[in-house]
């Protein structure tokens, strides 16, 4: 049986604002999805981008969830990759409120219902898990975005936590940044409660399915995602496991969570070779 993870009492919003949450959440979906398919082609880049970033705000805004960034307003690094520990599918809608990214995302996502066609729609890259000529094909897409100056974002766990520990990076997404010599920017994400304390609401992980978590989030009186931009990674001289221990180390300790433990078989990104096959999906 699914997990449904319960939002405690004194955050827990009444079922009239739920519901109201959840006929607003479906109709801005609707809505945006005819944007994407009637209006957005016609757009300059810097309109795409106002557009997107409105739209997610007022996405976070329906569901009652603020965005504190940690760290003074900076622009980022040009050729920029933004790497960031995974916890929620809001992940994409919280950097979207703030920064024009496009995602790389597993090829699940292209089914989800409105979410789907919506972020591919903005153009979200997708990975194809076990197809090596897929990743290999997406792994020079990815590159040459990055050429023209596209902002990327990924999630090198590869599946979503509660937030409370951090996964393995995997090495091989990080290939296509180390490809054209851009710059890394890790950041870290969490949510809390107005009170700044954990909260398990906005999670997608374990067993819940997707409506099941957007009813937990919709139930949930407000949710607070915390964000904050680490120190830049340059890549040249660099190894993708290097970037990935050190995006990895930078990550955890900004979220005062112990690094990822490593074994010492044979899987061991510390000891393996070095593979240069393309990567796995960046989400859950």
Not at 126 to 140: D, F, N, S, T
Not at 152 to 163: S, W
Not at 197 to 210: I, P, V
Not at 216 to 228: F, K, L
Request: glycine fraction near 8%.
């Amino acid at each position: 049986m699914a997990a449904i993870h319960h939002t405690p009492g004194s955050n827990r919003a009444p079922i009239l604002v739920r519901v109201v949450r959840i006929t607003r959440l479906a109709l801005h979906l609707v809505h945006g999805l005819f944007i994407v398919r009637l209006r957005y082609p016609g757009l300059s880049e810097g309109e795409q981008h106002e557009v997107k970033r409105l739209w997610f705000r007022k996405t976070l805004s329906i569901l009652s969830i603020s965005i504190r960034k940690q760290d003074p307003p900076r622009d980022l690094p040009e050729r920029c990759v933004l790497v960031l520990n995974h916890i929620s599918w809001l992940d994409m809608f919280v950097i979207g409120a703030s920064h024009p990214a496009t995602y790389i995302a597993k090829s699940e996502i292209r089914g989800w219902p409105l979410i789907g066609p919506l972020v591919t729609g903005v153009g979200t890259l997708y990975i194809e898990r076990g197809k090596r000529a897929g990743a290999l094909r997406a792994r020079q897409e990815i590159a040459e975005a990055i050429e023209r100056g596209v902002l990327i974002a990924f999630f090198p766990e590869g599946t979503t936590t509660y937030g409370r520990s951090l996964g393995r990076f995997h090495p091989a997404l990080f290939q296509p940044a180390l490809d054209v010599a851009a710059t890394l920017q890790p950041a870290a994400l969490r949510y809390v409660d107005d009170a700044g304390m954990h909260t398990d609401a906005a999670a997608y992980a374990g067993e819940s399915s997707f409506m099941e978590s957007i009813w937990t989030i919709a139930s949930t009186r407000s949710i607070v995602a915390e964000m904050r931009l680490l120190e830049p990674l340059p890549t040249i001289g660099q190894t993708r496991r290097s970037l990935a221990e050190n995006a990895e180390a930078l990550i955890a300790a900004a979220l005062g969570l112990p690094a990822p433990q490593r074994t010492s078989g044979s899987g061991n990104p510390r000891t393996a070779p070095d593979r240069r096959g393309g990567p796995p999906a960046g989400s859950r």
